[in-house]
């Protein structure tokens, strides 16, 4: 019969084995020179990097990051597609966080809670993401967890989108002006121009590859000359392992595939263009065989879709959740019977194009976001009285004059919700709705809108702020 004492003492070493692992991050913002499109720039290094250090984690993780912000204006990061379970007030936005004042520092806490795949980081306020910041985030799943395809030889990540030779200063003030952006002047792959990465692998095996679109505003397209892309995660969740010769990528999503390394020795182009845009921008990479010597493919390099919406949504449509494959827990992906969810409640949430005192907004059900000076996170935690009014946000359009307002929708925990997304502009439209799990149930396009319905469980995230600007 073991002491009082020793069971105390195994009691504590149970629990101290059970806490799952940490991983500690510093890291100091800064602005620093950068040449992505061959034109000196002011960019945005974390800790002297562009793009920023990548974050290598395994489920469950608790993940600390002390920001040190040596800029000389406030500064936030976001975790795109990071959940925050119980932990929303580290999201890294402006409704939930207060800004990092300049010469001072916030240390992030968070866990990946019951989450796998791939995902980015990037600054939130002032059009900082123009000027860079950003960087990978990979969530490997747990040793015991079975996952649906064999260890990759190698898991390369690319970092692919837009960018403009303007300071972000002056994008932002083109913005606040109520004026459109330009024409983006490039594409960037890991922060670099055309033929600015090689990717280095061995014939005969498999990689896979991570792609995030971390651009302003353009849709991508990427594609491998000679080779197939197996897409098997999307942002977290495993997939129907169907084969692509490209794959479109719009902004803030991020998609991975499998590359089998099958073709004679030769060093062959990674193709990333824009999407519904003309001109069309192009950006290359080297996919590069370790026994080739330098000997550049001889296929013609791979075309690309360009203003052809309908192959997207196809593309979109073709992806399914793989229902038998396990995700963050052994259970699989497809346990739980979704066709007995009971919704409570449909938002149909309409995008617009308007002009509100001279100047050009963007409007969700005719309503155009106006930052309040308290973070509204904050003054719901505190009950601070006239920051915001939750319901104030309309659940469909109602067709009145837009109008300017601080706007939040009120919902209740554990509601399924479905969710309306109506696109009646000419343009792509995507949107940033931290925190939250989806199931599309839908697409349907009509004119040149398109709609999308999800069904989105809520959990404890409270205010909901739809609205953009």
């Known amino acids: 019969m073991p002491s009082p004492a020793a069971l105390c003492v195994f009691l504590l070493l149970a629990a101290a084995r059970a806490e799952d692992p940490y991983r500690f991050y510093t890291w100091n913002v800064t602005f620093g020179d950068v040449y992505p499109l061959g034109v000196k720039q002011q960019g945005i290094l974390i800790n002297g990097q562009f793009p920023g250090p990548q974050i290598d984690a395994v489920t469950n993780d608790n993940i600390v990051i002390n920001v040190f912000n040596n800029l000389p204006a406030p500064f936030l990061l976001s975790w795109q597609g990071i959940q925050q379970r119980r932990s929303s007030w580290q999201d890294g936005v402006y409704g939930t966080n207060c800004p990092i004042p300049p010469g001072g520092n916030f240390t992030y806490n968070m866990q990946f809670k019951d989450q796998i795949g791939s995902y980015y980081y990037f600054p939130s306020l002032a059009f900082h993401k123009a000027a860079g910041g950003y960087?990978?985030?990979?969530?490997?799943?747990?040793?015991?967890?079975?996952?649906?395809?064999?260890?990759?030889?190698?898991?390369?990540?690319?970092?692919?989108?837009?960018?403009?030779?303007?300071?972000?200063?002056?994008?932002?003030?083109?913005?606040?002006?109520?004026?459109?952006?330009?024409?983006?002047?490039?594409?960037l792959i890991n922060g670099h121009g055309s033929n600015g990465n090689r990717f280095t692998v061995d014939q005969g095996k498999t990689y896979r590859f991570r792609v995030s679109n971390v651009g302003i505003s353009t849709s991508v397209n990427i594609r491998i000359q000679g080779h197939s892309l197996l897409l098997v995660e999307v942002e977290g969740s495993h997939t129907m392992q169907n084969t692509y010769s490209s794959l479109d990528v719009h902004l803030g999503q991020s998609?991975?595939?499998?590359?089998?390394?099958?073709?004679?020795?030769?060093?062959?182009?990674?193709?990333?263009?824009?999407?519904?845009?003309?001109?069309?921008?192009?950006?290359?990479?080297?996919?590069?065989?370790?026994?080739?010597?330098?000997?550049?493919?001889a296929l013609p390099p791979p075309p690309g879709p360009t203003i052809e919406i309908d192959w997207s949504l196809n593309q979109a449509r073709s992806i399914r959740w793989n229902l038998t494959a396990s995700g963050p827990r052994p259970n699989p992906q497809g346990s739980y019977h979704y066709g007995q969810v009971n919704t409570t409640r449909t938002m149909r949430l309409a995008n617009s194009r308007v002009t509100i005192n001279g100047k050009l907004r963007y409007a969700v059900n005719s309503v155009s976001f106006v930052p309040a000076d308290t973070p509204l996170k904050v003054a719901d935690f505190y009950n601070i009285q006239g920051v915001f009014t939750p319901g104030s946000m309309p659940d469909a359009l109602s067709g009145g004059p837009a109008y300017l307002q601080t706007a939040v929708m009120a919902s209740n925990m554990r509601d399924y919700v479905e969710v309306v997304f109506e696109n009646a502009e000419g343009s792509v439209q995507s949107w940033h709705i931290d925190g939250y799990a989806f199931w599309v149930v839908g697409y349907v396009r009509f004119a040149a809108a398109c709609r999308f319905l999800q069904i989105m469980g809520l959990s404890p995230r409270t205010p909901i702020c739809m609205a953009h600007h």
């Open 135 to 187: 960087g990978g985030i990979r969530v490997l799943s747990r040793p015991r967890i079975p996952v649906p395809f064999d260890p990759p030889a190698g898991d390369f990540t690319i970092l692919a989108g837009d960018w403009f030779k303007l300071n972000h200063t002056d994008l932002k003030g083109i913005l606040d002006s109520g004026n459109d952006l330009p024409f983006p002047d490039g594409l």
């Open 255 to 297: 998609y991975s595939f499998l590359v089998t390394t099958d073709q004679p020795p030769q060093d062959y182009t990674i193709v990333v263009s824009t999407r519904f845009t003309n001109p069309v921008l192009t950006n290359t990479a080297m996919l590069h065989y370790s026994n080739s010597n330098g000997v550049p493919a």
